[in-house]
């Protein structure tokens, strides 16, 4: 069977283990805002001989997947015990109120995208480095002790140059 169509790689089978989570992997990855439309899942569906309720199973088992468009940049902040009491709720609300959602709430919805694509803010329960407490994720960096000064500063730098 033929699966280049979606996972552009000529090299994998679908009875392979772990096709399909390639196919996902690989799909995410050539999407322009890192994300899996519900298109594609259909694709990847119907190449690997799959039904589409088991492939958005797995597309929503990993966290690394992302049903919406995604920000060019992405910010995790922990919201995990060690990183709330040395005060993520405000990096968290800080970097909302920034971003123009001054109203996100993490128990309402997982995360945020700005409008212009420039930015997705969602949190995480915990990064495994609570010693270096409040710990954010910026475009995969991890950042810690993180104040909201330091927060400010690597917005403000982001945004001047998504403004370039
Ligand atoms: S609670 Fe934030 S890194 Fe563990």
């Given at each position: 069977?033929?699966?280049?169509?979606?996972?552009r790689?000529?090299?994998?089978k679908?009875?392979e283990?772990?096709?399909?989570?390639t196919a996902?992997e690989?799909a995410q990855?050539a999407s322009?805002y890192?994300y899996?439309?519900?298109?594609?899942m259909r694709s990847?569906a119907?190449?690997?001989g799959?039904p589409?309720?088991?492939v958005?199973?797995?597309a929503t088992?990993?966290s690394?997947?992302?049903?919406?468009?995604q920000?060019?940049?992405?910010i995790v902040?922990?919201?995990?015990t060690?990183c709330?009491?040395?005060g993520s709720?405000?990096?968290l609300?800080e970097?909302?109120?920034?971003?123009?959602?001054?109203?996100?709430r993490?128990?309402?919805?997982p995360?945020?995208?700005?409008d212009?694509?420039q930015?997705?803010?969602r949190?995480?329960?915990?990064?495994?480095q609570?010693?270096l407490?409040?710990?954010?994720s910026?475009?995969?960096t991890?950042?810690s002790r993180?104040?909201q000064?330091?927060?400010?500063s690597?917005?403000?730098?982001?945004k001047k140059?998504?403004?370039?």
């Amino acid at each position: 069977m033929d699966t280049s169509t979606v996972t552009r790689s000529p090299t994998i089978k679908n009875d392979e283990p772990g096709a399909l989570l390639t196919a996902l992997e690989e799909a995410q990855g050539a999407s322009e805002y890192k994300y899996l439309s519900e298109e594609t899942m259909r694709s990847i569906a119907e190449s690997h001989g799959e039904p589409l309720s088991r492939v958005y199973s797995v597309a929503t088992f990993y966290s690394y997947f992302n049903l919406n468009p995604q920000g060019k940049h992405t910010i995790v902040v922990c919201r995990g015990t060690a990183c709330h009491t040395r005060g993520s709720l405000g990096l968290l609300r800080e970097a909302a109120a920034r971003l123009g959602f001054p109203d996100f709430r993490e128990d309402e919805e997982p995360s945020f995208t700005t409008d212009d694509k420039q930015f997705t803010v969602r949190t995480v329960a915990c990064f495994g480095q609570c010693a270096l407490a409040p710990v954010v994720s910026i475009d995969g960096t991890i950042y810690s002790r993180v104040t909201q000064g330091k927060l400010i500063s690597i917005l403000d730098g982001l945004k001047k140059g998504a403004a370039k």
